[in-house]
């Protein structure tokens, strides 16, 4: 998939899948926009990049401040020369409060959205991918031990965030196909970030996610980075609206 000419932002590219993509999209020939609320890990992702030959800049980045987004996009034209490509991909997993949860993972991506696509348009079209997730489109599978309200909650939170965004992603591309702007969304299954660190420390949770998936292991943030280049190059130019499971077959029970 070549990316060669194209200019990206990526929230989240500090770590996990986020920063799995950037390098990702530099290989695939692109410039990278690093964004991160951790500016030191959007600083280290950059350099990486740079070392390798690629062309990358970090910038600190809070997705729930509308305005900071609306200029990061600015941003990005302004240091690499143009915007082709935004992966609204932040997002914090099931732990925070409810309202911090829904601020980062829908608010966050809602900013985007708002701003980018508009963007996109003005300037002759444009890609952008969304991280939702398999609890976007599923119900999530409570862990063994039965029911935890707390848990419960957290999760609650994260699933109705991503359900959000799985509607987001339609809306957008349906109001802004005709503009030249795709917008899909990727659908992750259970992947081997620091998000999920603490889930696959106990060893019986580890063992009761893998086998949610049918393919028998969980996956790995490459192989999402691998899904956004995809839909982030023009070989998906007739790609509109689609919510993509990469899941290791997890939705297709
Ligand atoms: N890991 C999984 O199993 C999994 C599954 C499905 C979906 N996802 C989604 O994938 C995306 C990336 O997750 P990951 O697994 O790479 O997690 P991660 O924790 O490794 O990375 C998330 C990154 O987002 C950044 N971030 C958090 N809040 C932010 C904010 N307000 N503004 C800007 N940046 C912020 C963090 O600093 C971090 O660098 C998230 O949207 C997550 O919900 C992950």
Redesign the pocket.
């Known amino acids: 998939m070549s990316l060669q000419g194209k200019q990206a932002l990526i929230?989240?590219?500090?770590?996990?899948?986020?920063?799995a993509s950037a390098m990702r999209f530099h290989q695939g020939g692109a410039g990278v926009m690093c964004?991160?609320?951790?500016l030191h890990?959007a600083e280290d992702a950059a350099n990486h990049i740079n070392q390798l030959g690629g062309r990358a800049e970090a910038i600190r980045?809070?997705?729930?401040d509308r305005e900071a987004v609306r200029q990061a996009l600015h941003g990005t034209i302004e240091a690499l020369g143009d915007l082709n490509v935004l992966f609204n991909?932040?997002?914090?997993?099931a732990g925070p409060d409810w309202d911090t949860t829904l601020r980062?993972?829908l608010d966050?991506v809602y900013n985007g959205l708002y701003y980018g696509c508009e963007l996109m348009a003005e300037r002759g079209g444009g890609a952008v991918i969304n991280?939702?997730?398999?609890?976007g489109l599923v119900g999530p599978t409570p862990l063994p031990g039965g029911p935890i309200l707390e848990r419960d909650y957290a999760v609650g939170a994260?699933a109705a965030s991503?359900g959000a965004v799985v509607q987001l992603t339609r809306q957008f591309a349906l109001s802004h196909g005709s503009r030249g702007v795709r917008v899909n969304a990727l659908?992750?299954?259970?992947?081997?970030?620091?998000?999920?660190a603490l889930l696959r420390d106990a060893p019986e949770a580890e063992q009761f996610l893998i086998s949610l998936h049918p393919m028998g292991r969980?996956?790995r943030?490459e192989e999402?980075a691998n899904a956004a280049a995809f839909l982030a190059s023009d070989e998906a130019s007739f790609i509109n609206g689609v919510i993509l499971p990469v899941d290791g077959g997890y939705t297709a029970r």
């Open positions: 929230t989240g590219a500090g770590s996990g899948i986020g920063r964004a991160d609320i951790d890990a980045l809070d997705v729930r991909n932040a997002g914090v997993g980062i993972n966050g991280t939702a997730s398999i609890l994260y991503k659908a992750p299954g259970y992947i081997v970030t620091p998000m999920t969980l996956g943030a999402i």
